[in-house]
């Protein structure tokens, strides 16, 4: 059993910042990367960011590309999610995820889902 717990969600004007927060517990023997999904109303799920569980490697979605930042927080079992330059089409519930194997951009790749956290980015 393996719980996640997003934070940092919020309303933003476009072009604004928001730094999205997860933190893991549970049974994390065998945890080997975590990221990000968001999903707008009536949208498919869509990978947005992932990193490898030293925070060696980062992967991201070419929409994000250059305006947002993974990592990984001093605290263990926490990443961090830094969004710059917000644009209305961000908009979405986002979703940290962990699984125990490489970092991809498959939804069914990951194990665990966190509960959501609303961002959204105003006109």
């Known amino acids: 059993q393996v719980q996640l717990v997003e934070s940092g969600g919020g309303l933003v004007q476009a072009g604004g910042s928001l730094r999205l927060s997860c933190a893991a517990s549970?049974?994390?023997?065998?945890?080997?990367?975590m990221g990000w999904f968001r999903q707008a109303p009536g949208k498919e799920r869509e990978f947005v960011a992932g990193?490898?569980?030293?925070?060696?490697?980062?992967d991201y979605a070419d929409s994000v590309k250059g305006r947002f930042t993974i990592s990984r927080a001093n605290a263990k079992n926490t990443v961090h999610l830094q969004m710059n330059t917000l644009l209305p089409e961000d908009t979405a519930v986002y979703y940290c995820?962990?699984?125990?194997?490489?970092?991809?951009?498959?939804?069914?790749?990951?194990?665990?889902w966190g509960q959501g956290t609303q961002v959204t980015v105003s006109s």
């Open positions: 549970g049974r994390l023997f065998s945890a080997n990367a």
């Open positions: 990193i490898r569980w030293d925070g060696g490697y980062t």
């Open positions: 995820v962990l699984n125990s194997g490489i970092v991809v951009r498959s939804p069914d790749a990951y194990d665990y």
